[in-house]
Antibody, heavy 119, light 106 residues
Framework: QVQLVQSGAEVKKPGASVKVSCKTSGYIFTSYEINWVRQAPGQGLEWMGWMDPDSDSTGYAQNFQGRVTMTKDTSIGTAFMELTSLKFEDTAVYYC????????????WGQGTVVSVSS | SYELTQPLSVSVAPGQTARIACGGDNIGRKNVHWYQQRPGQAPVLVIYRDVIRPSGIPDRFSASNSGNTATLTISGAQAGDEADYYCQVWDSRIAVFGGGTKLTVL
């Protein structure tokens, strides 16, 4: 079955960087884009961007331009999201989610990775 | 930028029908997707492309989309349906989520 398994919780200081991984299985990795969505404590879902494992193309939400990089390692079916210059308000649960094409929703999600930014 | 508006909360008695609205400019021209998020869990897709239920989603979940409002309908609401619900669309390759609606079954 389709699975997206994310790396474990992280605690970082302001100004540091964090890199979260999303290991996929049960489908052809290059056939679906990987999106990243975060959720601050008690808040709604915030979309961060997408990465196409087939073309290496990426697209980032304006709020994260210049601070986020989405990459992949096709050999191990894993996507990565790196966020730099962390601020206290980046404390959130970060999710990866699979997306097929226009007209489709995010049909499979990772379990989430808690990133805490604290001094 | 495109915006989606949802009510903060909706309440429904067990066995009754809950309706959650999602407003957006000409949203009827877009494909709307709906997610259920139970406390402490990742979101789950319950409706995509306006009206389609993924496999495993009960047929108590249905939806519609027209004009400036999309609506998620949950018939015969159960205690297990208590969750946050989010609508989502794509706007020029940017994913937009509504603010979320907390459904209480009481």
């Amino acid at each position: 079955q389709v699975q997206l398994v994310q790396s474990g919780a992280e605690v970082k200081k302001p100004g540091a960087s964090v890199k979260v991984s999303c290991k996929t299985s049960g489908y052809i990795f290059t056939s679906y884009e990987i999106n990243w969505v975060r959720q601050a404590p008690g808040q709604g879902l915030e979309w961060m961007g997408w990465m196409d494992p087939d073309s290496d193309s990426t697209g980032y939400a304006q709020n994260f331009q210049g601070r986020v990089t989405m990459t992949k390692d096709t050999s191990i079916g894993t996507a990565f999201m790196e966020l730099t210059s962390l601020k206290f308000e980046d404390t959130a649960v970060y999710y990866c989610a699979r997306w097929y094409s226009s007209g489709w929703g995010f049909d499979s999600w990772g379990q989430g990775t808690v990133v805490s930014v604290s001094s | 930028s495109y915006e989606l508006t949802q009510p903060l909360s909706v309440s429904v008695a067990p066995g009754q029908t809950a309706r959650i609205a999602c407003g957006g400019d000409n949203i009827g021209r877009k494909n709307v997707h709906w997610y259920q998020q139970r406390p402490g869990q990742a979101p789950v897709l319950v409706i995509y492309r306006d009206v389609i239920r993924p496999s495993g989603i009960p047929d108590r979940f249905s939806a519609s989309n027209s004009g400036n409002t999309a609506t998620l309908t949950i018939s015969g609401a159960q205690a297990g349906d208590e969750a946050d619900y989010y609508c989502q669309v794509w706007d020029s390759r940017i994913a937009v989520f509504g603010g979320g609606t907390k459904l209480t079954v009481l």
